[in-house]
């Protein structure tokens, strides 16, 4: 089975050589072809999509935004082979995947949604939590696939599913950053100790994925993004786009956070660096 993959950033890379360390052949393509370059020889790179999706079986997309998801898919649909599978495990627009299931069937090509969580570190570890929309024959022949990226796979139902699950997931983990952010400012306040702080919010029942590894980056004002807030603040916005008459006060909040610290120049800084909007207020 040959498998193009398309975008090798902080989650893409782990990914697609967990796929060539599987013994699938993989060719990889990204913007910035050191990035792919740099996982040779485990698997191949190329500086061309053609080149990269013509003969390939399965097409896996991982980028940044939905309008380089429309840009990338563009591409692939002029270069694919008949009867390709085509997999974007961007977080991205509904609508935009459902878009680009239509056209695929069209064209004589299946398309699956599948976005993932769990950072950079599930990447790696091969532990993320993947949530899939589209035809569910075409979700059991990639599957083998996905468990060799994930630990938790879901199969959630027609094309643009796999998106609205990832969106809500969004709106959890923003409740749970922030949540974690203000318990430690406000500790911060009263002048604790952060450290104990955390080892009761961690061993309680107010743990979270969030406390147990983005608060100790907050302590250690350690703003290395295992995810970006710009991309963060993306799939926060994409949520206010779906979420129709539906009033959503905790990730309206947390936009609005990050919003402020992407003007600040937080762009490439990691999510739990909104520790920082609240110490700024302890000044």
């Known amino acids: ?24 052949e993989v060719i990889a393509y990204n913007r910035t072809y050191e990035k792919a370059k740099k996982l040779e ?12 999706v013509e003969n390939a079986d399965i097409i896996f997309t991982i980028v940044g935004y939905p309008k ?9 649909f002029k270069f694919a082979k008949p009867k390709s599978i085509l997999v974007d495990m961007t977080t991205s627009s509904p609508s935009l995947a459902k878009e680009i299931y239509q056209k695929a069937k069209a064209l004589n090509l299946y398309a699956l949604d599948a976005p993932v969580t ?29 468990k060799e990226m994930g630990k938790t796979i879901n199969y959630m139902g027609e ?55 983005n608060g100790p980056k907050m302590i250690k004002n350690d703003a290395s993004p295992g995810f970006y807030i710009k991309h963060f603040l993306k799939d ?21 956070i990050y919003t402020i610290l992407v003007e600040e120049g937080y762009d490439d800084f990691g999510t739990q660096a909104i520790f920082d909007y609240y110490l700024n207020q302890l000044k």
């Open 159 to 213: 094309a643009g599913n796999g998106q609205y699950a990832k969106l809500a997931n969004q709106a959890s983990i923003a409740g749970s950053i922030a949540g974690c952010a203000e318990a430690l400012a406000f500790a911060k306040s009263k002048e604790l100790d952060l450290d104990v702080m955390l080892d009761v919010i961690v061993g309680g029942s107010a743990n979270s994925w969030q406390a147990a590894n």
């Open 68 to 76: 380089d998801v429309k840009e990338i898919y563009t591409e692939i």
């Open 236 to 256: 926060l916005n994409l949520i206010l786009d779906e979420k129709d008459d539906l009033k959503l006060n905790i990730v309206e909040n947390v936009a609005q």
């Open 118 to 146: 769990g950072g950079d570190l599930g990447a790696i570890n091969q532990t993320l939590s993947i949530m899939v929309g589209g035809d569910e024959d075409i979700y059991k022949q990639v599957l083998p696939l996905f």
């Open 1 to 24: 089975m040959k498998i193009a993959w398309i975008g090798t950033g902080v989650m893409g890379a782990p990914m697609a050589t967990h796929l060539a360390n599987a013994n699938y």
């Open 41 to 52: 020889p485990t698997l191949k790179a190329t500086q061309s999509i053609k080149v990269a």
